[in-house]
């Protein structure tokens, strides 16, 4: 996956240029087309651009790039959902290409579509055909990307519910495990690898972020477990309790002497001792190690 990831940042320094400014402007208004074109004629229509594997076979060629221009949308019904998700994606699509550069996010697009078509290919070999309309789990897939890069953004989830991306994100995540799992069962081959696809081109661009972030998880979770680590919330807790019962704040663990008895001694916690321990000044630096 490092491979792919530097392969990734290589091409986009080597080739600045590559790809076409606003691609995602482009995309959304050819699907607002063909949805029209759809609703107002019939879905046959425009079934000339969705990937066929047959047809392909019968020199159809241009349908290993059209089907990108199909929205999945063929009902009036439907209308505002296309409205929502053609905003939605180009928003994403035109931020994260002002934040990658124009280079980065068409390698980032064009390399799901092309996994998509690998994807269809492989599908229409082993089972003799395979058909896909759109590029929807391409299209999911930019928005883990958006909410790797701006976790904390807010969206208004029903136009009324403030929620941040990141949160959003492990919805789509669930939808995604959701299509894998249900397409699997059904022995849907197509319907299983396409996201898997989409997700994979995913970790191929943001894999240094992925690795470090499970790494960060790990050492907190060591951490946290660590018995040499103090709580301080549930100590200061366990303190307050103990100095009500007691009847003094610090007590030495050598000496025994506290701070009731001896109001002018200065106590200390030693940081090398592992769990809470006190000790006055006489003896913090002269004690055993609480281990």
Same mark, same amino acid.
């Given at each position: 996956?490092?491979?792919?990831? +530097?392969?990734?940042?290589?091409?986009?320094?080597?080739?600045?240029?590559?790809?076409?400014?606003?691609?995602?402007?482009?995309?959304?208004?050819?699907?607002?087309?063909?949805?029209?074109?759809?609703?107002?004629?019939?879905?046959?229509?425009?079934?000339?651009? =969705? &990937?066929?594997?047959?047809? @392909?076979?019968?020199?159809?060629?241009?349908?290993?790039?059209?089907?990108?221009?199909?929205?999945?949308?063929?009902?009036?019904?439907? =209308?505002?959902?296309?409205?929502?998700?053609?905003?939605?994606?180009?928003?994403?699509?035109?931020?994260?290409?002002?934040?990658?550069?124009?280079?980065?996010?068409?390698?980032?697009?064009?390399?799901?579509?092309? /996994?998509?078509?690998?994807?269809?290919? @492989?599908?229409?070999?082993?089972?003799?055909?395979?058909?896909?309309?759109?590029?929807?789990?391409?299209?999911?897939?930019?928005? &883990?990307?958006?909410?790797?890069?701006?976790? +904390?953004?807010?969206?208004?989830?029903? /136009?009324?519910?403030?929620?941040?991306?990141?949160?959003?994100?492990?919805?789509? =995540?669930?939808?995604?495990?959701?299509?894998?799992?249900?397409?699997?069962?059904?022995?849907?081959?197509?319907?299983?690898?396409?996201?898997?696809?989409?997700?994979?081109? &995913?970790?191929?661009?943001?894999?240094? +972020?992925?690795?470090?972030?499970?790494?960060?998880?790990?050492?907190?979770?060591?951490?946290?477990?660590?018995?040499?680590?103090?709580? &301080?919330?549930?100590?200061?807790?366990?303190?307050?309790?103990?100095?009500?019962?007691?009847?003094?704040?610090?007590? #030495?663990?050598?000496?025994?002497?506290? +701070?009731?008895?001896?109001?002018?001694?200065?106590?200390?916690?030693?940081?090398? #001792?592992?769990?809470?321990?006190?000790? #006055?000044?006489?003896?913090?630096?002269?004690?055993?190690?609480?281990?």
């Amino acid at each position: 996956m490092n491979k792919l990831h +530097d392969f990734s940042e290589r091409f986009v320094r080597r080739y600045p240029n590559f790809g076409l400014p606003g691609l995602m402007r482009y995309i959304v208004i050819a699907q607002a087309v063909v949805y029209v074109l759809t609703v107002f004629s019939n879905a046959t229509a425009v079934s000339f651009l =969705a &990937f066929r594997w047959q047809s @392909i076979l019968r020199g159809e060629i241009w349908r290993l790039a059209t089907f990108v221009l199909m929205p999945g949308y063929a009902s009036f019904r439907d =209308a505002l959902w296309l409205a929502l998700f053609l905003y939605l994606y180009y928003m994403i699509g035109t931020t994260l290409e002002r934040e990658w550069g124009t280079a980065k996010f068409n390698l980032y697009y064009l390399s799901g579509v092309a /996994l998509t078509v690998l994807v269809g290919v @492989i599908s229409g070999l082993i089972a003799g055909d395979a058909q896909i309309v759109g590029t929807s789990y391409v299209n999911l897939s930019m928005f &883990f990307a958006y909410a790797m890069l701006y976790p +904390d953004v807010q969206f208004l989830l029903f /136009l009324i519910i403030p929620v941040k991306v990141k949160w959003l994100a492990w919805l789509d =995540a669930a939808f995604f495990g959701f299509s894998i799992l249900s397409a699997a069962l059904s022995l849907n081959l197509a319907g299983a690898l396409l996201p898997l696809i989409a997700i994979l081109n &995913f970790f191929v661009f943001f894999w240094p +972020d992925i690795t470090d972030w499970l790494i960060y998880r790990r050492q907190r979770a060591k951490h946290q477990t660590s018995p040499k680590t103090i709580r &301080f919330r549930t100590a200061a807790r366990e303190q307050k309790r103990k100095e009500a019962r007691q009847g003094y704040r610090h007590k #030495c663990e050598i000496c025994g002497r506290t +701070d009731a008895d001896s109001p002018a001694l200065q106590f200390r916690y030693c940081s090398r #001792c592992s769990g809470y321990h006190c000790f #006055c000044e006489e003896h913090i630096f002269n004690h055993e190690h609480f281990q």
